[in-house]
């Protein structure tokens, strides 16, 4: 499934979610270069999160960030993630997770 963010009319960026198993939903995002370096991305992801959970009552979602890409990593940070488990040159996040 992919939602589509709009910034100023225009579309700006995509959020990715794919149902992996125990129901936890793979995401991934990204935003148009255009629109980069103007912390778009972590409203987007937030409105993509809620419209998941209030249209297909989704509760656990998890990414791979690699650990260079600091933007990312704060982004996810910023809608809740959590840092959970460690693999060469990336770390896996989730949300939902108590
Ligand atoms: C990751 C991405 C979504 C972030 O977009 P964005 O909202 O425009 O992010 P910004 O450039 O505004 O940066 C957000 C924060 O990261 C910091 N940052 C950005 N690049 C950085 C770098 N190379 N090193 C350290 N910090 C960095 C910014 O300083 C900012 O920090 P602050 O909010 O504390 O001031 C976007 O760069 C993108 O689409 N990248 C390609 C796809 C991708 O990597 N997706 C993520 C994996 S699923």
Redesign the pocket.
């Known amino acids: 499934m992919c939602l589509i963010g709009e910034c100023e009319g225009e579309p700006c960026?995509v959020v990715w979610f794919r149902k992996g198993r125990s129901g936890v939903w793979e995401t991934?995002?990204?935003?148009s270069p255009a629109?980069?370096?103007?912390?778009?991305?972590?409203p987007m992801l937030a409105a993509a999160l809620s419209w998941m959970r209030e249209r297909r009552d989704a509760k656990y979602f998890s990414?791979e960030?690699q650990d260079t890409?600091?933007?990312?990593i704060?982004?996810f940070e910023r809608c809740g993630f959590v840092y959970v488990h460690p693999s060469p040159g990336f770390g896996t996040y989730c949300t939902g997770l108590k």
């Open positions: 960026g991934s995002v990204n935003l629109f980069r370096g103007r912390k778009l991305s972590a990414t960030i890409n600091i933007a990312s704060k982004m």
